[in-house]
């Protein structure tokens, strides 16, 4: 959508989307590593639930209207799992720890990114919306 300097909402809407199944994921992927015997993360009521908020916050990011409520929700759901996955589980594998923290900046990014092309695309008048394009 930066590219082309316009915005789509269905296509923020579907990377919100796929936000909010990135979060759950993760609070999945979360279970199964505390439900094995040999976990060094007990599955106790505290870790369990702690990995349930982050996957509530991000389905309820999809029931705002607004695109940029959303967005700014689900970074704040995936700041949530980060620092779930990172300072209180440190079991984890180092590289685990890196794509997490790597994964988690590009999407939180991204999904500013649109944010920001929505505000941005509101501002500026439906007539001089098109200039940015190429008319080849």
Not at 92 to 108: C, D, H, Q, S
């Amino acid at each position: 959508m930066a590219i082309q300097g316009t915005y789509y909402p269905e296509v923020a809407f579907a990377q919100v989307l796929y936000g909010a199944v990135t979060v759950s994921f993760l609070g999945g992927m979360r279970w199964g590593f505390a439900l094995p015997e040999n976990s060094p993360a007990k599955p106790d009521w505290l870790s369990l639930a702690n990995s349930t908020v982050p996957p509530l916050l991000a389905w309820q990011a999809l029931l705002f209207k607004d695109v940029t409520h959303s967005a700014v929700m689900l970074v704040l759901a995936l700041g949530i799992a980060l620092h779930y996955d990172v300072a209180l589980l440190p079991p984890y594998p180092r590289w685990f720890k890196v794509l997490r923290v790597v994964g988690t900046v590009v999407m939180a990014l991204s999904l500013l990114a649109t944010a920001a092309l929505k505000a941005v695309s509101e501002e500026q008048p439906s007539d001089s919306r098109h200039k940015w394009q190429n008319t080849k």
